[in-house]
């Protein structure tokens, strides 16, 4: 049985890095969905339908990732969904404790459901979707901050 990941995350912004982690994603799981949560206890930027639309706009070119949203336990979610895998992204120590916490507890949840952890490529270590939109609204403009995610850049 082919194994389902999910990439769940609010993505406010969808960035360069998470697009990263999604094509190294899509290489290790034949079927792979990208989960934007609605989450808005986070108060986010953009609204659930402007990160969807950017996201799909980001990664169109793999029409092998299905993108859905969601608005209840991630673990619950990928369970709902038939899946076998979350997948994190972890760019520092900082994350891992985060992000480790987490798993320990989508495990007690339900432990037929694994957390797998990767890591972006260097260029986007010390990207995040809060950094740009500190820039951003410090003034910089939205087009040279965020650029849909392109191979070699």
Avoid at 2 to 16: E, S
Avoid at 72 to 100: C, H, N, P, W
Wanted: glycine fraction near 4%; include cysteine; proline fraction near 7%.
């Amino acid at each position: 049985m082919p194994v389902t990941a999910v990439y769940p995350g609010t993505f406010d912004p969808f960035t360069n890095g998470h697009g990263d982690l999604l094509r190294r994603a899509a290489r290790l799981f034949p079927r792979l969905i990208l989960a934007v949560a609605r989450n808005p206890q986070k108060s986010p930027l953009f609204t659930l339908e402007e990160r969807l639309a950017i996201a799909r706009q980001a990664i169109g070119d793999l029409p092998e990732v299905e993108i859905d949203s969601f608005d209840m336990l991630t673990v619950d979610y990928v369970q709902s969904k038939g899946a076998q895998v979350i997948v994190r992204g972890v760019r520092a120590v900082s994350d891992f404790e985060f992000e480790f916490a987490m798993a320990l507890m989508n495990r007690k949840i339900n432990e037929e459901i694994e957390t797998v952890f990767l890591m972006p490529s260097q260029a986007y270590t010390y990207l995040s979707s809060r950094l740009v939109k500190e820039v951003a609204l410090l003034g910089e403009t939205w087009t040279t901050l965020f650029h849909p995610w392109r191979p070699h850049c």
